[in-house]
């Protein structure tokens, strides 16, 4: 079965501190991977995904994340986080179409809170 | 920025009553999605959309769910006879054809009384 796993229900950084927000996955074949954002009383905004190629992908805001196959990991990381980056964050995984994907069906993962301090 | 809007953002109901949430995807988009998301739990998928059909649908999305787009650019939510446990952030989502990402709404908070 599918499934992604945020092991931090939070993570506190300081401002200026780098950051990483932990996600792995587990999903039939090639997996296509995202990282979206939530502020309070918000939708989720995208912030990036990996489909293939590069494994480390860039995305809005100076975020980043990292695709590690043997570890079945899909990092968010920032060098520098922000007080304005302080929101919730979730891992989404789709499998591909060749593995029994869909056009839909995002599997999410709990979400982790990210707190930034002045 | 194209977004996708979603109204109301808030509705109360009493069980048993039907409910209808709306969203206006981007205009271009070809695949329309709803997602739910339970107070402190994670985003479930409900429904996925194509062509004017359901393409997937999860064990959530059961009779008392439907889905249409009535007139080209909206795309309802439709809950037939609401239960105390259908309270949730109802998030519409819509995809273009050749993305892989879908764009999220601003959620519709309901609450069954």
């Known amino acids: 079965a599918q499934s992604v796993a945020q092991p931090e229900d939070q993570v506190n950084v300081a401002e200026g501190n780098p950051l990483t927000v932990k996600c792995t996955y587990s999903v039939s074949g090639n997996p296509y991977l995202f990282w979206y954002v939530q502020y309070p009383n918000r939708g989720l905004q995208f912030l990036l995904k990996?489909?293939?190629?590069?494994?480390l992908v860039k995305g809005s805001y100076g975020f980043e994340a990292e695709f590690n196959k043997s570890q079945t990991s899909f990092h968010l990381k920032k060098p520098s986080a922000l007080v304005s980056d302080s929101a919730l964050y979730f891992c989404a995984v789709r499998a591909s179409l060749n593995y029994g994907g869909s056009q839909g069906n995002l599997i999410f993962g709990k979400g982790t809170k990210l707190s930034v301090k002045p | 920025e194209p977004e996708v809007t979603q109204t109301p953002s808030h509705q109360v109901t009493q069980m048993g009553q039907e409910v209808i949430l709306r969203c206006v995807p981007i205009?271009?988009?070809?695949?329309f999605y709803w997602y739910r998301q339970i107070l402190g739990q994670k985003v479930e998928f409900l429904v996925s959309f194509y062509n004017n059909e359901i393409s997937e649908k999860s064990e959530i999305f059961d009779d008392q769910f439907s889905v249409e787009r009535p007139d080209g650019s909206n795309f309802t939510l439709k809950i037939r006879s609401t239960k105390l446990e259908d309270s949730a952030m109802y998030f519409c989502a819509s995809k273009g054809g050749a993305s892989y990402e879908q764009y999220f709404g601003p959620g519709t908070r309901l609450t069954v009384t």
């Open positions: 990996y489909i293939t190629g590069d494994n």
């Open positions: 205009s271009n988009h070809l695949y």
